[in-house]
């Protein structure tokens, strides 16, 4: 677990999990918008939920809240290019 930095905010995405880091980073690399650091690492969260989130850290100035777009944190898991292609019967 990465220890939270004095003045730094975090932000987890809303369900699908943590498979593992690498995805991880590729789910908060919409945050980053040239300003700060984002980091990223799964965390296990209390209760009865099974499996872990992908949490996106800022530091050194990054916007919590960075200007959209796009969409920061990614979704988790990404649309598949197969639901975004389908066609209309006739």
Same mark, same amino acid.
């Given at each position: ?14 369900? @699908? #999990?943590?498979?593992?880091?690498? *995805? &991880?980073?590729? %789910?908060? !690399? ?15 969260? @209390? #209760?009865?939920?099974?499996?872990? *989130? &992908?949490?996106? %850290?800022? !530091? ?26 389908? %066609?209309?019967?006739?």
């Amino acid at each position: 677990m990465v220890p939270k930095a004095e003045g730094a905010c975090e932000k987890a995405t809303i369900g @699908g #999990g943590c498979p593992d880091v690498k *995805q &991880c980073e590729e %789910t908060c !690399l919409p945050c980053y918008r040239g300003v700060g650091i984002v980091r990223a690492y799964c965390s296990a969260p @209390g #209760g009865d939920i099974p499996y872990a *989130q &992908c949490i996106c %850290t800022f !530091l050194e100035g990054a916007p919590c809240e960075p200007p959209a777009p796009p969409r920061c944190p990614a979704l988790w898991p990404p649309p598949s290019h197969l639901a975004l292609n389908k %066609t209309l019967p006739l």
